[in-house]
């Protein structure tokens, strides 16, 4: 029976690789489409009026933003029977993060988080509930900052309006990603039983995402008032949740493309801001969270070859 399941679990496997490949490259192709249409070289001009600091600051609040998930995990598992050190933690957050975010990978962040932490010396159990747990209360403060996006509903449920493509059509695939998000956002697993336990555990790991979000707003609202234009911070807040939701969707890897032409055509056609500023954002969030993810090279190697943390192997040995 065990053999017989293999194949099919392989062509699901394969399906879901292809589509992955599929949608990465489509989504690369609307992006480079958009690009062609407003211009290389105009999209390229508007970095250049840009000060300096606004790229220190934006480099500052993007680590500080990536501390903050480190921070969120480990709280997590600090929480459970079973130790980690902090500094493997850490390293693992990173190389999860580099994962995701540099390598054009099928192999997500979380699955090199979950090997590692297996290999750090937790239960597969613990360690996958953990990852799951962490996204749930990622999930939780973008669901928390959602509200302030209820203003664009109309127009995400058909309203015509224009985006980075020039027609109106785009309202539709709006109206389609806003009862996904419904979906998802109802059929939440169980998984937070054993935290549900150590609320306070909870919070304190709550607390850590509304500071990585709060990063990522301030991010777009120095970025995009360096190029002469505003948005409210609220109104920042419920578009990159929407920005999120809509990543989620399995039709890219790790994002790539998809999260341009998403943010391009929000920041656009919702936030009201120009498609050359809302494109310039695009490009600058993904360079940004790569530049910021590059320390998890360094620790990426030992997660693949499975280095083992002897110091967490005997602490849990001896819990």
Not at 60 to 84: C, M, V
Not at 228 to 256: K, M, R, V
Request: hydrophobic share 50%; with cysteine; charged share 15%.
């Amino acid at each position: 029976m065990e053999n017989l399941k293999k194949p099919e679990d392989k062509d699901k496997k394969s399906a879901m690789t292809i589509v992955r490949w599929a949608g990465t490259g489509l989504a690369v192709g609307v992006m480079i489409y958009i690009l062609s249409k407003v211009g290389w070289k105009e999209a390229l001009d508007n970095f250049k009026g840009i000060p300096w600091w606004v790229f220190g600051i934006a480099l500052i609040l993007g680590f500080i933003s990536r501390f903050s998930t480190w921070g969120r995990w480990h709280t997590l598992l600090a929480a459970s029977d079973e130790k980690i050190e902090a500094k493997t933690s850490l390293k693992l957050t990173f190389a999860g993060l580099f994962a995701s975010n540099v390598l054009p990978t099928t192999i997500g962040g979380d699955v090199l988080r979950l090997a590692g932490a297996v290999r750090a010396g937790l239960s597969v159990a613990l360690s996958t509930a953990s990852l799951v747990v962490d996204r749930l209360v990622g999930m939780t403060g973008m669901v928390l900052a959602l509200p302030f996006a209820l203003k664009f509903l109309p127009l995400l449920q058909g309203k015509p309006t224009e985006g980075a493509f020039g027609f109106a059509s785009a309202s539709g695939f709006f109206g389609k990603i806003w009862n996904w998000i419904k979906k998802t956002i109802t059929s939440t697993s169980n998984s937070l039983k054993y935290w549900l336990k150590q609320p306070m555990s909870l919070v304190k790991a709550l607390g850590f995402t509304l500071i990585h979000q709060a990063c990522i707003y301030l991010i777009i609202k120095v970025f995009i008032n360096a190029m002469g234009e505003d948005l409210p911070i609220l109104t920042i807040a419920g578009l990159w949740s929407l920005t999120y939701f809509i990543t989620l969707l399995p039709i890219s890897i790790n994002g790539l493309g998809l999260q341009e032409v998403t943010v391009t055509n929000l920041f656009s056609a919702l936030g009201g801001i120009s498609i050359q500023t809302s494109l310039a954002l695009a490009i600058f969030l993904r360079i940004l969270w790569m530049v910021v993810s590059l320390p998890g090279a360094f620790f990426i190697g030992d997660t693949l070859a499975g280095k083992q943390d002897n110091t967490n192997l005997e602490n849990n040995d001896e819990n």
